[in-house]
């Protein structure tokens, strides 16, 4: 398995990225990030995937502001100035921005010999855009997860939920046992979205963990609910990726 610092091509620049390519390899992941950015615990998570033989891609979805960082997920938030900058990160890198990144990622893969079906997994405000990506993008992308995403059925022209219709790949949700990004009746118009759509889904609520469980570099970070995370995606990805 190689490690690749690569850049990609956009039509807003050039957005760094890091791939994990096992020899072979011909389905791919995209990895959409948290809030903090691309760090060394998310290109630790791209390197275990691709442990699983896929080539495993994990963009800087906030290449556009150029350098930034590196902030410590456990304390970014308690520091104003730290915080207003990545809201306005967050706030200026929209779906649709992300949406048209994601065919550059794909061609990226597909540059470098990943012709295969393609995965998008997304955490905090990554699990809206691996949705998004899914509809964007379907003969790709064949499966689609978030976790302890945010703002995944709201009153937004580009929530998720109002794309299930384009859908075509299996879908994971797994949320936070309480999250106000996420709450209950968002969960509830998510899923009658895409049952209505007939999307081939599972949405799973892990009770006891919070809002940013599974990120390794996060104050929240829960072992067995990490872990139980990549039991749940690695067998997504076996069942839509590998048939």
């Known amino acids: 398995m190689s490690k690749q610092k690569i850049r990609i091509d956009t039509a807003d620049g050039v957005a760094p990225a890091t791939l994990f390519l096992p020899a072979g390899a011909k389905a791919g992941v995209i990895l959409y990030m948290d809030a903090f950015g691309v760090r060394p615990a998310f290109e630790e998570m791209g390197e275990r995937l691709s442990g699983h033989g896929y080539a495993v891609l994990v963009p800087d979805l906030f ?11 456990k304390t970014a938030f308690a520091n104003e100035a730290t915080a207003k900058e990545i809201r306005g990160m967050i706030g ?6 992300t949406v048209a990144d994601t065919g550059a990622f794909i061609d990226a893969l597909t540059m470098r010999g990943i012709t295969g079906p393609i995965a998008t997994s997304g955490y905090c405000m990554g699990g809206a855009r691996a949705l998004n990506a899914a509809a964007a993008y379907p003969d790709r992308i064949h499966a689609a997860a978030s976790f302890h995403g945010g703002n995944l059925a709201t009153d937004a022209e ?14 994971y949700v797994g949320s ?5 990004s996420f709450p209950p009746e968002q969960s509830a118009l998510l899923v009658e979205a895409l049952r209505t ?16 469980w599974v990120i390794p570099d996060h104050n929240v970070y829960n072992h067995a609910g990490a872990e139980r995370h990549w039991a749940r995606l690695t067998t997504l990805l076996g069942e839509t990726l590998l048939v």
Do not use: F, W
Not at 63 to 73: L, T, V
Not at 200 to 211: F, M, R
């Open 197 to 212: 759509a007939e999307v081939d889904h599972v949405l799973e609520n892990y009770v006891g963990c919070a809002h940013g």
């Open 63 to 73: 290449y556009r502001y150029g350098s930034y960082g590196p902030y410590d997920a």
């Open 176 to 180: 936070a046992g309480v999250d106000k």
């Open 92 to 97: 200026g890198t929209s779906q649709a921005m």
């Open 158 to 171: 580009d929530s998720p939920h109002r794309q299930a219709g384009r859908i075509k790949a299996r879908v």
